[in-house]
């Protein structure tokens, strides 16, 4: 990433809310941040669940999930006690509805498992999950789908491993492990939401894991401005037009009361788009692995 040019730097809270008052087309791209307001605890950062418990992260791994049945059992325990099913959605969550309802939110693109952002009332055919979602369990063989709580009543009931009821084949929540690949369409429509948006917002993301991050160079390239809502320094810090550090439940509701302040303006002001795909800059890096929320 080259070094943003003095217009596009950040500075914070104000100038966030500004562009987000100019924006027609947001496309936001969630992660963690987002839901530790509701208990969900972030699996990656400082105090993340992976960062104190290897074991926990292995779980999360295709290859060890498929070989060793002892990674299995304790996955499903793992999925039975998961705090997503006692959580409901925040504030973070509720100001992207009401950004939906406004008609300025474009895409919402989650790399979160846990389902908050529909809880919360967004509209599921809005809502692309890169990371895939822990509610629905699948079938590693023949591919069935299955509600979650059915699965895991089963696991209560003593099945340590249960398999599919189908074709008997190893079942895992509907979500990318480390090793998998991520599913093609989703992946394809998040990319046309990023490169179709005048401004990316990135909430609650470490903005490390590929390819997800990589939809902030995919609007970037293609004129966008990226805003960048997070507690802790990103790799894409110097390419954002604003960084906000502010607690996500504070600064979400703000930003999109900024935005709805004022209707929107055909061009956002002072917004002469950077250097398009032709501009250079690097791709969104396909082929590293994906995220592996537990799982
Ligand atoms: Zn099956």
Known sequence: MAAAPPERRPDGAARAA??????????????????????????????????????????????????????????WRHRLAHPAWGAGPNRGHAALVELERAGRLHGLVTQNIDGLHQAAGSDPALVLEIHGTMREAECLSCGLRTPMPEVLARVEAGEEDPPCPECGGIQKSATISFGQALRQDVLDASVAAARSCDLMLAVGTSLTVHPAAGLCDEAVENGARLVIVNAEPTPYDPMADAIVRDPIGEALPRLVAAALATPPRATPPGATPPAGPSGGGPDARPGEAPDGPPG
């Open 18 to 75: 500004a562009l987000m008052s100019a924006a027609r087309r947001i496309t936001a791209l969630t992660g963690a941040g987002i839901s530790t307001d509701s208990g969900i605890p972030d699996f990656r950062g400082p105090q993340g669940v992976w960062t104190k418990d290897p074991a926990a992260a292995a779980m999360s791994t295709i290859g060890a999930y498929i070989s060793d049945p002892e990674v299995r059992r304790r996955a």
